[in-house]
């Protein structure tokens, strides 16, 4: 098959494909990875407008796709041996990733592909669900028949065999039953207490960690940046004993900080 032949059999599973520069994993127009089309004639013609994309990799933008990849690791970690030891642990036969579609990375690694049907919700995007696997279902993946310097994006199994995202995925990226730590953060204040906090201000003795919880979900909501401060004064000037000046400063730009190193994260197209 060629590069069509292979563009073509994802999008007729509705799979939304976008282009990188050959040899490499990003596309650099604005937009990057959300460059992506899941009709032939639209990304021709956006490879019309680029046409130094034209002999470059192919990838899958999974935030717009009813899919999810099951990233095993190689080359730094071996994940293979934790997700064999996490299927032992909770009765799920190996073969499970045979039975779907699966490309080999160019490191050696796995990535194992899995439809969402109609209604279903994704699993979580969670990197390091277990030691060296990541579930990848709102960042973008590359594929074959994609090439890097030291490799290519290889099938192991045909694409027609993918399958339904199994109940197993859902259950490794909520971390049931995983050797992951349990001090994961969990949201301390609901979505109404927040808005409470906008309209009564930061509660005397909560008010940094409800600055961050408010400022952490600005930001995860893509309020932008100047917004979100302007926000937090007026909450601030609301509440009966305002925080100074330079903590709600030293707030502000922690909740920025994780939030820039999340989308970081989220934009690293799994591990290869």
């Known amino acids: ?3 069509w032949d292979y563009i073509k059999q994802y999008q007729q599973a509705g799979v939304y494909v976008f282009m990188a520069l050959p040899q490499q994993k990003h596309n650099g ?8 089309f899941a009709k032939g004639d639209e990304l021709r013609q956006w490879i019309t407008q680029h046409p130094e994309y034209q002999n470059g990799n192919v990838g899958i933008d999974l935030s ?15 994940g293979m041996a934790s997700i064999l030891a996490w ?9 499970t990733l045979q039975d779907t579609y699966v490309e080999q990375t160019p490191t050696g ?5 899995y439809l969402i049907p109609d209604g279903q919700d994704k699993p979580k995007h969670v990197i390091n669900a277990i030691k060296g696997v990541d579930v990848l279902s709102n960042t973008a993946v590359m594929t074959s028949p994609s090439t890097m310097t030291i490799g290519q ?26 050797d992951r730590p349990n001090n994961i953060y969990r949201a301390k204040y609901s979505l109404a207490d927040r808005w409470k906090m906008t309209i009564n201000g930061f509660e005397t003795g909560e008010r940094n960690n409800q600055a961050m919880s408010l400022a952490g979900y600005l930001f995860a ?9 302007d926000i937090m004064q007026t ?10 000046d330079h903590e709600l400063n030293t707030v502000y730009m922690s909740a920025r900080r994780r939030e820039e190193k999340k989308r970081a994260k989220m934009n690293d197209y799994g591990r290869d």
Not at 29 to 36: E, K, P, Q, R
């Open 1 to 3: 098959m060629d590069k």
């Open 29 to 36: 127009i604005a937009g990057g990875f959300h460059n992506s």
């Open 64 to 78: 717009k796709s009813q899919l999810v990849v099951v990233d095993i690791d190689k080359h730094e970690h071996n």
């Open 87 to 95: 299927f032992k642990s909770h009765g799920v036969n190996p073969d």
């Open 109 to 113: 690694g796995l990535h194992a592909f």
């Open 153 to 178: 994006y290889r099938q192991i199994t045909t694409f027609d065999k993918i399958k339904p995202v199994p109940r197993w995925v859902y259950d490794l990226a909520n971390g049931l039953g995983t």
């Open 221 to 229: 909501i893509d309020v932008m940046p100047k917004d979100i401060y």
């Open 235 to 244: 909450v601030n000037e609301r509440s009966i004993e305002p925080l100074p």
